[in-house]
């Protein structure tokens, strides 16, 4: 390499002449050539290339020797000049030395780009005035070592491939071989297993077996009737005994057709469904399922609970197990409870009952439709409880409220009528609660429920009724009759007051047949007889007799009862009365008597006038005789006596019939006594005093005033025939004339005093001993009083009687 440096031609590069090379330049040249290690030069600004015989080789043959010798450095290295270019100027700028060790750095050589490694150092060459001005590169081609470096990286990565792969051969062969293991172990395992399912196959035939008997006798004891039919004809292969009561069969039917044991099953649904789950292999049930059968001979008709279960032979349904449970009791009586809550809505309607209900918790009161109009609510009105008690009459507020309390402290029901005022139309009604406290969901007794009924035409008709009730029982208290109520079997059962007032017995003593001892014991026996037979055949009954009075004394009465029949015919009750007639029979015996004592009375002056014209027939033809005036005398006397007998009929009849008519005028009254008294006393050994007034006018009728007066001097010729004083009276009382006839004969009884002016009434003694009909003081007394008078008598026994009477006075001088 010496000689090619200096036979290069250096003028063509910036060094020039090798003799004007700077001694450092020359000393490191002259390192360069004589160094056996391989290097290179980079020398001035363009790095202009120096290398020694040592690095030659690793130019290669046909590259860059010589080429590159005094070449810049950029264009020597193109091919590397990236990558050494930094290094170089690192160092040219400064820098210490830096060392590369196998440094991948191509190069052209051998006619190619080659892949060479280099362990290079690149070190400054300082110029005289200490600064870098060259590098001086000491180099080493690597390439081979580096290669054969990285083959045994190959081989080694190599290696150690295949002992990863030999590892890995062998985790699987590990594995494998565990498989192995493992699938020996469960084929051991199977083995046992195989072994055990054999015996566990044996146990459960065993079990099965026993199941199959279980089952059976899970049928025979289950106290639910229960039935397992097999086959599409449904055969009876197991029932037990509750099945058979309740189909009513014996244990003859196993082994036959449903249809021949219980052929009253065709057409009833649940035969359908029977074989629907034989068909489907359905679990069904039915509840409350209406099924009929012929027990013994019976239909039952029930309600069954059922469930029909398929039993399965290898999948496959081969029969059914059916459980029944006979439900009837508890349907019927839902059905009764059912039919008692329809029927109580339906009684609630149509008895127009309201319902409410109050929660007293949070006071809350719900009421019905009817309730709303039953208080007077309109629809759209807001009902609260406040609101309906202020309807609650004042009066039975108090009772209401006890009501309710006595209610929730005793939980017992109440019913209470009271009236209320209508919310809107504010008019009174009667209503009728019923309530009761309930216990709610939460067990606490916060709820009336209850309902209400309007009362108020009920009520009305009530009030009516008890008023018609009380009027009648007044009525029935206060006619004079006696009356008694008897049932059907003629006991009698209710009497009125009079009852109790007349017998002096109370209801309960006279009640059943208690009334009876009270009969007169002569008539007792023959009207209880009467009595009973009419009872038997429901006539109208009856009777007369004697009924004994609390005064001890016995009074007759007419006893009359009518039967009270239903539609049928049948006596309910018997409506009786008992009249006091003793009065009427009284009549009757005065009426008898009279005619008795009428006929008498008659046939004396008619005898007596028969006689005296008997005597004058007889002595007609005959020369007169004293004898005849003093028949003719009698005769008249006779006639007058029946006359006024007649006329006293007349008059009393013409009074019965009112038709007495008075001509009414002014007269002096004294004038009347004296004109009459004048007649008296020559019919008479009378004598007659003057009382009193002299005259007197009164308003009469002057006929029968003199009728009146004539009457009472008659009955004093009469009855005081063995005296003969007797007095006038005249005086005024007030505005009336009073005038008393007086004599001093027997007197009269003070007890009859009230009955003389009756009619036909005659005391006893007068009836023997005098004639007359007992009319002239009744007549008396009824003209008398025609005119506005009074009449009576003064009279006492053996002291005589001072009848007296009264007339209205004139009217002048009333003026
Ligand atoms: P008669 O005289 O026809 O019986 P009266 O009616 O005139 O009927 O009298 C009724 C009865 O009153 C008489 O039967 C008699 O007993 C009684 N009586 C009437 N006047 C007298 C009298 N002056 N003195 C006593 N008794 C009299």
């Known amino acids: 390499m010496g000689t090619l440096i200096r036979k290069f031609n250096w003028l063509e590069t910036e060094l020039g002449h090798p003799l004007n090379w700077s001694p450092v330049l020359k000393t490191s040249v002259n390192i360069l050539l004589n160094s056996r290690f391989p290097m290179f030069l980079f020398w001035g600004e363009n790095l202009n290339c120096f290398y020694n015989d040592s690095y030659r080789p690793s130019l290669g043959i046909q590259g860059k020797h010589p080429g590159i010798l005094g070449l810049p450095a950029k264009e020597a290295w193109k091919e590397s000049w990236k990558d050494i270019n930094p290094l170089i100027q690192e160092v040219l700028n400064g820098h210490q030395a830096n060392w590369k060790e196998d440094q991948l750095i191509p190069i052209y050589r051998n006619g190619a780009m080659e892949l060479a490694y280099w362990t290079f150092s690149y070190s400054p060459v300082h110029d005289e005035y200490g600064q870098p001005c060259a590098i001086f590169v000491t180099c080493m081609e690597t390439t081979e070592k580096v290669l054969a470096g990285q083959a045994i990286v190959e081989k080694t990565l190599e290696m150690a491939q295949i002992n990863r792969k030999l590892s890995e051969s062998n985790e699987m ?90 052929p009253e099953l065709e057409g009833q649904p649940i035969l359908k469904t029977l074989y629907k789950t034989f068909q489907t292999g359905e679990t069904i049930q039915k509840l409350e399922e209406p099924i009929w059968i012929n027990r013994e001979g019976k239909k039952y008709q029930g309600y069954f609970n059922l469930t029909y279960s398929p039993l399965r032979e290898n999948g496959i349904v081969t029969g059914i197990l059916q459980s029944a449970v006979d439900v009837t009791e508890m ?36 009421v019905s439709d009817r309730t709303r109009i039953i208080l007077g609510f309109h629809a759209e009105d807001f009902i609260t409880f406040d609101n309906v008690w202020s309807q609650v009459s004042e009066k039975y507020k108090k009772e209401v409220r006890d009501a309710i309390s006595k209610t929730i402290s005793t939980r017992e029901r109440f019913i209470l009528d009271f009236s209320i005022q209508g919310f809107r139309d504010k008019k009174m009604k009667w209503v009728r609660a019923y309530g009761g406290i309930y216990q709610d969901q939460k067990g606490q007794f916060s709820q009336f429920y209850g309902v209400i009924q ?32 008897a049932d059907e079997t003629g006991h009698r059962i209710w009497f009125n007051k009079r009852w109790e007032e ?49 005064d001890g004394e016995y009074k007759w009465f007419l006893s009359r ?69 003093k028949l003719i005398s009698y005769a008249t006397q006779s006639g007058k ?69 004539v009457n009472f001097l008659n009955n004093v010729k009469k009855y ?79 002291k005589g009687s001072k009848f007296w009477f009264t007339l209205p006075l004139a009217e002048p001088i009333l003026n």
């Open 173 to 262: 062969f590990n594995l494998i071989n565990q498989e192995v293991k493992s699938k020996n172990q469960e084929l051991t395992q199977i083995n046992q297993e195989l072994l055990q399912t054999k015996e566990n196959l044996e146990k459960s035939l065993q079990a099965v077996f026993e199941t199959e008997a279980r089952f059976r006798s899970m049928i025979h004891d289950s106290p639910i009737a229960m039935l397992v039919n097999r086959g599409e004809d449904l055969v009876f292969e197991e029932i037990n005994d509750s099945m058979l009561r309740m189909i009513g069969k014996d244990i003859s039917v196993k082994g036959k057709k449903i249809l021949d044991v219980l």
């Open 331 to 366: 349907v019927l009586a839902r059905k009764k409870i059912e039919q008692v809550e329809a029927f109580t809505r339906l009684s609630i309607q149509s008895a127009n009952l309201g319902t409410y209900q109050f929660d007293m918790e949070n006071a809350e009161l719900i």
């Open 454 to 485: 309007d009362i108020t035409e009920s009520i009305t008709i009530n009030q009516k009724f008890k008023e018609s009730q009380e009027n009648l029982q007044l009525m029935a208290d206060n006619v004079s009759q006696l009356i008694w109520m």
């Open 502 to 550: 007349y017998t002096g017995a109370d209801v309960k003593t006279l009640s059943g047949y208690g009334y009876s001892k009270l009969y007169h014991p002569d008539y007792s026996e023959r009207v209880l007889e009467k009595w009973k037979m009419h009872v038997q055949t429901g006539e109208i009954w009856e009777d007369t007799y004697p009924l004994l009075g609390k």
């Open 561 to 629: 009862a009518i039967p009270l029949k239903n539609a049928q015919g049948k006596v309910l009750r018997w409506f009786g009365t008992n009249t006091d007639i003793t009065r009427e029979r009284e009549i009757l015996q005065e009426k008898d008597d009279f005619i008795s004592i009428a006929s008498h009375e008659l046939k004396t002056p008619v005898t007596s006038l028969w006689a005296s014209l008997q005597l004058l027939d007889e002595i007609k033809e005959e020369p007169f005789t004293p004898l005849i005036p």
């Open 641 to 709: 006596k029946i006359t006024q007998l007649i006329e006293d009929l007349l008059d009393t009849s013409r009074l019965n019939e009112g038709q007495i008519l008075l001509k009414k005028s002014n007269f002096d009254i004294m004038r009347v006594l004296e004109q009459c008294c004048i007649d008296f006393q020559i019919s008479s050994d009378f004598f007659l005093t003057y009382k009193g007034l002299r005259s007197l006018e009164v308003y009469a009728d002057e006929t029968r005033i003199e009728q009146v007066i």
């Open 720 to 798: 005081a025939a063995n005296t003969q004083q007797a007095y006038i009276h005249l005086e005024k009382e007030g505005k009336f004339a009073k005038i008393s006839i007086e004599d001093l004969g027997p007197g009269i009884d003070e007890e009859k005093v009230p009955n003389l002016f009756h009619k036909y009434y005659r005391t006893e003694s007068s009836g023997a001993r005098f004639s007359g009909l007992g009319l002239g003081l009744y007549i008396n007394a009824e003209i008398i009083k025609k005119h506005g008078g009074k009449i009576g008598v003064e009279s006492k026994k053996g």
